[in-house]
C-alpha cells in the first residue's frame, strides 16, 4: 500500500457497492484522485488508461480482445475516450456475472450518458470530488481559514506535491487545450476563458445567461452551452432553488458555485491568503466552501446532493436547505467572526417560508461562539463540518 495515500470517504462506499454491482463508474474533476483512489482500492486489478494514445487504438480495434486480456478485474481510466467498451462490457457481465470492471473518467455528461445507456442496472455510479475538509483536516489543522480557501483542495496540494500557485494556472491551460475542446467546438478560447473568470466573479449568486452574453460577447444560448462545458468537467456547480411546497412566489434560477475555492481564487486573481482576507470575494468564497462540504459529505456516501437553496420575491433568503428524512435543515452561512443577531432572523422565520417538517437551523460562521442548544444552533465552521 502507499503510505501517502489519504484516505477517502468514498472508498468505503465504494467497496460497499462492489459487493452489488459487476461495475464501478468513478466520475470527477481531473486530477481528483479518481485514478488512485481505484487503483487504491483494487490493487489486484489489471489497470489501462485510454489517456494513453496506443492503448486506446488498441481498444478501437479489438475491443473483445482488449476487454479479455484478464478474466479477472480490470480498472479502465477516461473510459469516455472508447464509449463503444460499454457495449461489450455489458455483454461480458451478462455472460460472466464474476467478472469485474472499474471505470474512471472526467467528463460528467457524455460518460453519464453511454454509462446508462449501455449498463443500466449493471454499474454503481459515484463522483469524486476534491478532497473534503474532513478527509485532511489534521493536515491543515494549522491553517487560517483565507489560507485553507486560497489553497483549495485538490489532492496534489493536499498531499504537499504541489502549490496553488503553480498548479491552477497549469490546471486551467491544460483544462482549456483539452476538455474544451474535446466537450465542444469552441473557436474563441479568449472569450471563454474571460466566461470562466466573470463566472467566477458570480459565486454564490443567480446565473444570469443574458446578463453574461452582454458582457462577452456572445448570444445567451452560446452562455447556456458554455455552462454546460463548465458541468461536465466539473468546474462548477448549480445549486437549484427550492420550489416545493412553498406559501410564496420563488425564483427559478440556480446558484452558482465552483468545486474548488483554490481554482476559483485563481480565476478571481487573488494571488495570496493575505489579498483574500481583503477581497470582496471573501464571503461568496467561504459560502462556496461550505456548500461543497456538504455536496462532498453526500456524494462520499452514495447519496444524491438533495441541497437547496430558498429565495422569494421579498428577496428573503436562506443559504443552503437540506432535505434529509422528510425533514428540511436551513443553514446561513457568514465568513464573518463576529456573530450579529442578524444572522439567524431567516432562520427564525423558516416555517413561514418553507412548508414541511423543520429540521435543525444553523448558522455556520468563523466567529468562536458556539451554542448547540439554542433554537437556531450557532457553529464555528470548524466543529460543524464532518
Request: glycine share 6%; charged share 25%.
Amino acid at each position: 500500500m502507499d503510505n501517502s495515500f489519504i484516505n477517502r470517504e468514498l472508498g468505503r462506499t465504494v467497496l460497499e457497492a462492489a459487493s452489488y454491482f459487476p461495475v464501478l463508474c468513478v466520475t470527477g474533476p481531473r486530477q481528483s484522485g479518481k485514478s488512485t483512489l481505484v487503483n487504491h482500492l483494487f490493487p489486484h486489478y489489471r489497470q489501462v488508461s485510454l489517456e494513453d494514445l496506443d492503448v486506446r487504438a488498441a481498444a478501437m480495434s479489438d475491443p473483445r480482445g482488449f476487454l479479455d486480456q484478464t478474466d479477472s478485474g480490470m480498472i479502465i481510466d477516461e473510459v469516455q475516450r472508447v464509449p463503444e467498451l460499454l457495449s461489450y462490457i455489458q455483454g461480458i457481465v451478462d455472460r460472466q456475472p464474476d467478472r469485474r470492471f472499474v471505470l474512471s473518467g472526467s467528463s460528467n455528461f457524455s460518460l453519464l450518458r453511454s454509462v446508462t445507456q449501455s449498463l443500466a442496472g449493471r454499474v454503481g455510479m459515484f463522483e469524486l470530488l476534491p478532497m473534503a475538509y474532513s478527509e485532511v483536516r489534521e493536515g491543515i489543522a494549522e491553517q487560517s481559514l483565507d489560507e485553507i480557501l486560497y489553497n483549495g483542495f485538490y489532492p496534489a496540494v493536499c498531499a504537499k506535491k504541489n502549490v496553488a500557485r503553480f498548479l491552477y494556472p497549469s490546471y486551467m491551460k491544460t483544462y482549456l487545450e483539452r476538455d474544451v475542446r474535446d466537450l465542444l467546438q469552441v473557436r474563441n478560447l479568449m472569450q471563454f476563458n474571460t466566461f470562466i473568470r466573470l463566472c467566477a466573479g458570480r459565486i454564490g449568486s443567480l446565473f444570469n445567461a443574458t446578463e453574461l452574453a452582454g458582457e462577452v460577447g456572445v448570444d445567451s444560448k452560446t452562455i447556456t452551452a458554455w455552462l454546460s462545458i463548465l458541468q461536465a468537467s466539473y468546474l462548477i456547480f448549480l445549486l437549484p432553488p427550492y420550489f416545493a411546497n412553498t406559501r410564496k412566489r420563488l425564483v427559478k434560477t440556480p446558484k452558482l458555485y465552483f468545486c474548488d475555492t483554490g481554482l476559483a481564487c485563481y480565476l478571481l486573481d487573488i494571488e495570496s491568503p493575505e489579498q483574500l482576507t481583503r477581497d470582496k470575494m471573501r464571503g461568496p468564497l467561504f459560502e462556496n466552501f461550505v456548500v461543497m462540504e456538504a455536496l462532498k459529505h453526500r456524494y462520499n456516501a452514495g447519496r444524491e446532493s438533495n441541497l437547496f437553496f430558498y429565495r422569494d420575491s421579498n428577496k428573503n433568503e436562506i443559504d443552503l436547505l437540506l432535505l434529509t428524512q422528510q425533514k428540511i435543515d436551513g443553514y446561513e452561512i457568514k465568513s464573518s467572526s463576529t456573530f450579529h443577531p442578524d444572522f439567524t432572523s431567516k432562520l427564525v422565520k423558516m416555517s413561514e417560508y418553507v412548508s414541511g417538517d423543520i429540521g435543525r437551523r444553523a448558522v455556520i460562521y468563523n466567529g468562536t461562539l458556539e451554542n448547540s442548544q439554542s433554537e437556531v444552533q450557532l457553529y464555528n465552521w470548524r466543529s460543524f463540518l464532518p
